[in-house]
């Protein structure tokens, strides 16, 4: 029997989507000796590189890191594993949509592919989590993998309201696949560029233009007006992208 | 009085205006006609110099227009490559009278020029360096022209005050169409130099006035209410077809643009002459404000014409109120309570 490939998923709040999928039988993993490791809210900023590692910071984030990895492995060594996927990790890839979509929907602005790579890269340069992984590739990271725990959900909130998705950008809604198919290969491209692979969000399952189907919200969405988090099955879906 | 000369002001005599005050002590070079405020929109084209022009007003916190600006996340050096935020639209610089009549004329009457393609790119003969390697294609060509027209249209339409800056009168136009390049065929990727195609053409002062007078006709036009600021750029031709010596070369050209802009400007009111050029060229001024190759502006330079740009327009009209810089914009904020609700999300997937 072959000798298993040791896998690191981490993330943020997003990871417990993953983990459910997991331990539901939903992705498998196969071939892979499977972790997790990450922290959600404020403990997630709270987890810095350094030393050839993911690290807890804070007391508070190393308790939580604990919780969620269960093996006790405080730091997350780069020399450990042969795959890091970061999952969510708060690329805020939704940001980028929503700017670029709000510019193809207007026929009087355009952007060439050039300038839309450059604006790709510099993007991704200015995500925490991209710079933590571009370090841990400069201390020998053998794989890193980067996975977007999607769009808002649709019809949780009114994304129409002063702060959300909507108010500054509503027409797109409007967004067709080859819209959002541009901008996936710009940010592919970017990903590649450094090094690093990249998923993102199935297109079966985007409505509204850059929203989720609701059929992918975490349980209880809307009581808990979470339109952010997703269902095991949304996570299985998109890891299956790349593991079976 | 004795003689006309007698009830002159100290700036009408070469003694008193200049030889006792010295290059950096001259003052009163410009009696602006319209006043330019800080809460006006002021769109900068043309030649390389307004370049300086436009980024001196916005960094003194003048409202410089940016209709076509950069994209999201397209910043600082980045942007510049791709010739956002140099001029008030991405049109690269709009060096003759012609170039600006045909710039507007495409922007409010439509039409179509030939394009470029070459080794798989394609390239704007209006603009063929906008982009550091061309287009991808002819699709992606023509979008970016209908936005930079559409820019056009707006920063006409939404001016205020429409500084145009007169940089050369030679060009390559097209034998039969007309057509004006924005560069010598050839000299850029694009397109092969073809005699029996491209041919120079050194405009003469009729010429200039008339495509000088027709653009700002367009534009007026469109807004009724923009003032014009005309300036000639002080830069010398970086080279000249015209089969005379790129010194005297360039000494034609920059006569003949100070000229038409000195006629142009006294035909109206709503259009004024600002003198960058000469307080860059001037012998007075013995040739400081240029660099070692006497081509290039020094800052000094630049920050001498705006000196005297800013001072005299308080002169004439008092001190202007210079806004406040403004607060970079809010960020969208995350609804209050985002961060319990992630906390939730992962501890219940991964308590025991």
């Known amino acids: ?244 | 009085m004795s003689n006309p000369y007698e009830a002159l002001e100290p700036s009408a005599f070469w003694r008193s205006a200049v030889a006792e005050r010295g290059p950096l002590g001259l003052e009163r070079l410009w009696e602006p006609k319209f006043h330019i405020r800080p809460d006006h929109r002021i769109v900068t084209t043309g030649s390389c110099f307004a370049q300086h022009i436009g980024k001196a007003l916005a960094a003194r916190g003048y409202d410089w227009f940016d209709a076509e600006p950069a994209p999201p996340w397209l910043r600082g050096e980045a942007a510049a490559r791709f010739n956002y935020g140099v001029f008030s639209f991405r049109t690269g610089n709009i060096y003759t009278p012609r170039m600006l009549l045909q710039w507007l004329k495409l922007a409010f009457e439509g039409g179509e020029t030939e394009l470029w393609q070459a080794e798989g790119r394609w390239y704007d003969p209006l603009r063929p360096v906008i982009e550091p390697n061309g287009f991808g294609s002819q699709g992606e060509l023509l979008d970016a022209r209908r936005a930079c027209l559409a820019s056009i249209r707006r920063a006409v339409r939404e001016a205020d005050v429409f500084v145009f800056t007169l940089g050369l009168t030679e060009a390559w136009r097209q034998l039969e169409t007309e057509f004006e390049y924005a560069l010598c065929p050839g000299t850029v990727a694009g397109v092969a130099f073809d005699p029996g195609q491209h041919r120079f053409y050194n405009a003469g002062f009729a010429e200039l006035r008339a495509d000088l007078e027709a653009a700002i006709a367009l534009i007026g036009a469109e807004n009724r209410a923009v003032k014009i600021l005309l300036t000639v750029s002080p830069v010398p031709l970086v080279a000249t077809a015209s089969g005379a010596h790129v010194l005297t070369a360039t000494s034609q050209s920059k006569a003949l643009l100070r000229a038409v802009a000195g006629e142009v400007v006294a035909s109206s009111e709503d259009i004024d002459y600002f003198p960058s050029y000469e307080i860059i060229t001037h012998p007075v001024f013995r040739g400081m404000f240029f660099a070692p190759n006497m081509r290039s502006v020094v800052p000094e330079g630049v920050a001498t014409v705006m000196t005297h740009f800013f001072e005299d327009q308080r002169r004439v009209f008092g001190a202007v109120d210079l806004p406040q810089k403004q607060e970079p914009s809010k960020k969208r904020r995350v609804k209050a309570g985002a961060d319990v609700k992630c906390e939730e999300e992962l501890l219940n997937a991964f308590a025991p």
């Open chain 1, 1 to 244: 029997m072959p000798s298993l490939r040791k896998l690191a998923i981490f993330g943020d709040s997003n990871l417990g989507a993953v983990r459910r999928a997991f331990d539901e039988g939903l992705v498998g993993f196969r071939g892979y000796d499977v972790e997790f490791w990450g922290a959600a809210g404020s403990e997630y900023r709270n987890i810095h590189y350094g030393k050839g590692a993911l690290q807890a910071i804070t007391p508070e984030a190393e308790e939580t890191v604990l919780l969620v990895n269960r093996n006790g492995r405080k730091h997350l060594k780069t020399a450990d594993f042969d795959t890091f996927v970061f999952y969510g990790v708060r690329l805020r890839l939704a940001e980028f949509f929503a700017g670029y979509l709000d510019l193809m929907l207007d026929s009087d602005r355009a952007i060439s592919e050039a300038a839309l790579g450059v604006a790709a890269a510099q993007f991704l340069q200015e995500r925490r989590a991209v710079r933590m992984a571009l370090l841990m590739r400069e201390d020998g990271a053998k794989e890193i993998v980067f996975a977007y725990a999607g769009f808002p959900c649709w019809g949780v909130v009114n994304q129409q309201e002063e702060g959300r998705l909507l108010a500054d950008v509503p027409r797109v809604v409007e967004a067709l696949p080859e819209h959002r198919a541009r901008l996936w290969g710009a940010l592919e491209r970017a990903f590649e560029e450094l090094g690093f692979g990249f998923i993102g969000q199935p297109d079966e399952t985007v409505v509204q233009g850059m929203f989720t189907d609701p059929v992918y919200a975490v349980e209880g969405a809307a009581d808990k007006e979470d339109a952010n988090h997703k269902s095991p099955r949304f996570a299985a879906l998109l890891l299956k992208k790349r593991f079976d």
